[in-house]
Structures are given as structure tokens and as C-alpha cells.
């Protein structure tokens, strides 16, 4: 599990999973560059991986911000020669319903949590491909599994589609590429639940052996596969699973939840 002599970035960095994943990846021996919109909260956390020990750099970046996207890449690479890993973590959560969502916030939902991953995926493979070598493990959730809000569900799957088809599209190439599908875990996102949750380091954790032992894709923690597997096999007792926790008006207005 030595990662020495590689570089990773992260985005999301700034707090949960990515920040989680950036400590991981750096105690085993990789440079990370952490990437997120909070710079404050960013620096913070590239602090500590130094005071461990760890080689971090901090890169202020919006990934729904197609410049910023290509000056992380290039300050990236500018300061440590290369991208081996990479983690699109960064990803916000929505809870308003369609018929009260605004146009503007519904593409902004989808520019962060799917189009960011593939550009930024888009910009550092070719690298990847000229050196035979590299990871591409992206975040997604279990929503991207089973059908639960219409709106990140709908980013969460094009997430795991985009991912999967990609791994295929590279095989012999010498990049691997991973999908990470967690239920909840205790993050900024999750702060309203009140269940007993996992610590986004079990993510975190599952990210770093990805990166050694790649597979397609790995749901944290494991008993979600029997929801996952629930949605394929029985979709109708799913439905009914669902309206019984989850059950609220179509129309009735909630607040989205930005957090990424």
C-alpha cells in the first residue's frame, strides 16, 4: 500500500471524504494537492498534512468553473511534475424538488457534481496515457444506485456511467479506473441526520486501496449492496421502502444544500 513517488489531487478537499482522502494518500507516501472553492478551510487541512509529515499544496478551485479547472491542473503539475492519482470527490447535495428548482441551480448541481469530474478527467488522462500509469477514482454515492432524489440521483448516475464506460474505454492503457459509492457517512451533508453514521475515513481508506488493487466499483460501507441489489431485483418493494422513509409532497419547498 506504498504510495511514495506519487502525486494525487483531490477535490472537495476542504472538509469529510476529501479531506479524509488527503490524509490518507499523503500518510502513505504520495503528494497531494487538495482542491476546493473554501480556501481558508483548504490551507487548513493541507497545514495538517504537512505537520504529519506529508507533502501537501493547496489549490483554491471551483469545479464548476472550467478556468479554474484547467489552473489546477497546471499549477498541478507545474509544482510536482506530473498527476498520477486522481479523486473526484468534490460533489454537492440537493434536496428541493424539481418542480420549485430553478433552471440556473439544476445545471449548477450537475456542473459540479458530473460535468467537473469529467473535465477535470478529460484534462489529466492524457498525461496519464503517455506515461502508461495512473488512477482515476471518482466519488459517487449510493444514490447513483438506487433512485432516491431526482436531481443528484440523476448526477450520481452519470457519475457511475461515465466512470464505468471509461474504465472499459481504458483497459490495457495501464490507468485504472474505480468508482467509490458510499451511503451516508458522517459529513457537512449529512449533519441533519441523526443515525449513528460511519467516519468519512472508512471512504477515505477504500480510496488509497483502489488506488493498489483497482476494481470497478466499491459500495461503503459493504451491507449497502443488499439496498443496491434490493433496487435491481425488486424495484416495486423498493418503491414501497422508500415512500414509507422518505415521503413528502411534491411541491413543498425545501432548501437545497450546497456543500461541496
Known sequence: MDLRGEVAVVTGASSGIGAATARELAARGAAVVLAARRADLLEAQAQAVRAAGGNALAIPTDVADRTQLAHLAEHATAAFGRVDILVNNAGAGWSRPLASTPPAELIGLLEVNLLGAMLLTRTLLPGMLERDHGAIISVGSLS??????????????????FSLALRRQLRGTGVSVSLVSPGNVRTAMTAHVQARLPE??????????????????????????????????????????????HWSPVLEEETATWKY
Open 144 to 161: 447513483g444506485r438506487v433512485a432516491m432524489e431526482p436531481l443528484y440521483s440523476a448526477s450520481k448516475y452519470g457519475l457511475r456511467g
Open 200 to 245: 468519512p475515513e472508512i471512504v477515505a481508506r477504500a480510496i488509497a486501496e483502489l488506488v493498489v488493487r483497482p476494481r470497478r466499483e466499491a459500495v461503503i460501507p459493504g451491507k449497502h449492496y443488499a439496498i443496491a441489489w434490493l433496487e435491481q431485483l425488486l424495484p416495486r418493494t423498493a418503491d414501497f421502502a422508500y415512500r414509507r422513509r
